[in-house]
């Protein structure tokens, strides 16, 4: 009798994935290893849900992977993540605004789905997670060579995975995170680093004079109360022609 567990196995190894692990390690954030395992071997039913993500990966219905509708192999309509890590797109996490002298309580508790969009795969990190801040305000309206505007989009990648490549170094571009009451209020915005012997300076580019640099003397913290990290570094920026 064909079951779920063996539509879904088919399915998986169609993709091109030998075993469960390797359909884990090539989808980290979307597959859980013992929960494909569970699902395969028919320990855990599959939810609708997870058919509907197996399918998306794999390239399948998740009707068929459920109850056998339609033909096996039939694809799922929409272009799937894995045909699209093939030719090079990823999936990069929108982050949030960055936006200087604005601090916004964190909510703790905010369990929403992240929006992800398809981005071309960082050749230059492709390991490293890609995210995406919206920028708003004038802080670095007047960086050299190419300024930042309101609305630009920020293509960067997370500093947490790529600190052990890259040394922070003068003129890199990236989004500070500040925090204070605890860690219940947070900035983030955008600046260019300024790296001395004693300090780190971390300058807005503006022709608006409110804008002042984060100055943080080495191994303290910038203020009482207030912790100051780099938390990405910016990449790419993009922006939509407006009219279409």
Not at 55 to 67: H, Q, R, S, T
Not at 170 to 179: F, L, N, P, Y
Request: glycine content about 8%.
């Amino acid at each position: 009798m064909d079951l779920p567990k063996d539509r879904l196995k088919r399915a998986r190894a169609a993709a091109g994935f030998e075993t469960p692990t390797d359909a884990a390690n090539a989808f980290p954030r979307e597959i859980n290893k013992n929960t494909l395992i569970s699902n395969e071997n028919g320990n855990r039913p599959i939810s609708r849900k997870a058919a509907e993500k197996y399918g998306e990966l794999f390239g399948v219905k998740a009707g068929w992977i459920l109850f056998g509708d339609g033909q096996e192999g039939e694809t799922a309509p929409a272009v799937t993540e894995l045909t699209l890590s093939r030719i090079g797109m990823v999936a990069g996490r929108v982050a949030g605004v960055v936006e200087a002298g604005t601090f916004r309580e964190v909510d703790e508790f905010d369990q929403s789905d992240p929006v992800e969009i398809m981005l071309p795969r960082d050749e230059k990190f492709p390991n490293a997670r890609q995210l995406v801040f919206d920028c708003s305000g004038d802080s670095m309206n007047d960086l050299r060579p190419r300024p930042i505007f309101p609305g630009d989009r920020l293509v960067c990648i997370s500093y947490e995975d790529v600190e052990h490549l890259v040394e922070l170094r003068s003129g890199m571009v990236a989004i500070v995170e500040r925090t204070r009451d605890g860690g219940h209020f947070r900035e983030w915005s955008v600046k260019q680093l300024e790296l001395f012997g004693d300090r780190a300076e971390f300058h807005p580019r503006s022709t608006n004079p409110k804008h002042k640099p984060i100055i943080v003397p080495r191994d303290h913290e910038a203020d009482d109360g207030v912790t100051v990290q780099v938390i990405a570094l910016v990449r790419r920026v993009v922006n939509e022609m407006p009219g279409i």
